[in-house]
Each structure stands twice: as structure tokens, then as C-alpha cells.
């Protein structure tokens, strides 16, 4: 904030003449020159201390203090420079410092990769839409590094599943053609052993009347 001081006439000239006490007050508060304030309606006062000593005693009165520092906050430009660099300016070949897996380490992204795929599993496993052994199969592979994102992921989860129902379906089919074929050689069975009962029936001789 700007401050403004009211001096009064030929005060100002009076306060080139302090070059002294200036040097004396800074090295007293431990501050530079330009952060030591002399009170310009008090230069006559000023002017006469020349030791350490009677700058210590106008510090007491308030005749001489030191400022606070100027405060040149970079925050907003910090803030500025980050969006640019989210949209992926400033971030060439001249402002990068280290290797490539210092700025992004191989186990960092390798550990984000295995907790998302992680995380989808036991999502699918929760809602039965993964068995446990699959899961298991599932999370080997993951652990293996053979699906490199999520999307791969999914998309095996779903092959995998259509194999298990086409096999499931095959299956149920020669079990039906199985049973088919049993059912079909049994009446066949059925069929010969009723012509050979029938057969043997008719070739029996007739019982004798007047026995």
C-alpha cells in the first residue's frame, strides 16, 4: 500500500543532510538504507545524533523505524505458468531438468497402472460379473503386464466371457446329442426285443384241445 507523508516546508532539504544518522539506523536495526524511515518533521532532532547511542533513542521515541519489506508476491504468476503448463506450454527440451524417469518414475506410473486394474477387478468380481477364478486368472495377467490400460483390460474380460459361454453352449448341445443318441438306441433296443418276443410267440405250437 502507498503511504504518503505530509513534510513541512524545507524539510525535505534538511533530510539530505542525513546521510549520516541513515548509515547509523541501518546498521543498528539491521536493515539496509532504504528500509530506514527518518521522520522528515523531526530532521533537526535527527540531525544532531551522531553515535549509535542517540539513533538507539530516537528508534525508542519513533523518530526512526525500520519498514517492512516489500512484498513481491509471485503466486498469481506461479498460478498463470501452471494452466499454461496443464495445456503443455513451457514443458520442452529447454525447461526440463533431470532424466525422464526422475520427472515421472517408471515405478510410480507402473504402481497408478496395476491400482487401476486392481480396482476394476474387484469391482467386476463385487457385481458377479467375474467369478473368483477368473479373477484370480485376471489378476495374474494384470500382474504380468499383459494389459497395458484399462480398456484392454475389459475388452479380454469380455473375450474371455464369450469363450466361456460358447464352450458352455457347445457343451450343452453334445450333452443333448449325447443323450439324443442314447435315448434313440435304447427305443431301437426296445423295438428288436419286442419283434423277438413277437417272433417267438407266433413260432410256439398251439395248445392240444382235449388235453
Known amino acids: 500500500k502507498a503511504k504518503f507523508y505530509f513534510f513541512k516546508k524545507g524539510s525535505l532539504n534538511k533530510m539530505a543532510g542525513l546521510t549520516l544518522q541513515k548509515r547509523l539506523a541501518a546498521s543498528v536495526l539491521k536493515a539496509g538504507k532504504n528500509r530506514v524511515w527518518l521522520d522528515p518533521n523531526e530532521a533537526n532532532e535527527i540531525g544532531m545524533a551522531n553515535s549509535r547511542q542517540n539513533i538507539r533513542k530516537l528508534i525508542k521515541d519513533g523518530l526512526v523505524i525500520r519498514l517492512p519489506v516489500v512484498v513481491h508476491s509471485r503466486s498469481r504468476v506461479k498460478r498463470h505458468l501452471e494452466a499454461k503448463k496443464k ?31 486392481r480396482r476394476l477387478l474387484r469391482k467386476y468380481r463385487q ?18 503386464n499383459q494389459f497395458k490400460n484399462k480398456r484392454v483390460l475389459m ?16 457343451n450343452e448341445q453334445a450333452e443333448a446329442r449325447k443323450n439324443k443318441a442314447k ?3 435304447e427305443r431301437k433296443a426296445s423295438r428288436k426285443a419286442q419283434v423277438v418276443t413277437e417272433t417267438t410267440v407266433e413260432g410256439a405250437p398251439a395248445p392240444d384241445a382235449t388235453s
Open 155 to 170: 475388452e479380454a474380460i469380455h473375450k474371455l466371457k464369450a469363450e466361456k459361454a460358447r464352450e458352455k453352449t457347445l
Open 127 to 144: 457385481a458377479k460379473k467375474i467369478d473368483s477364478h477368473l479373477y484370480h486368472d485376471l489378476y495374474m495377467r494384470s500382474k504380468g
Open 87 to 117: 495445456k503443455g506450454r513451457h514443458t520442452g527440451h529447454g525447461k526440463r531438468h533431470g532424466t525422464k524417469d526422475a520427472r515421472m518414475p517408471q515405478k510410480v506410473l507402473w504402481m497408478r497402472r496395476q491400482r487401476v486394474l
Open 183 to 185: 435315448m434313440k438306441s
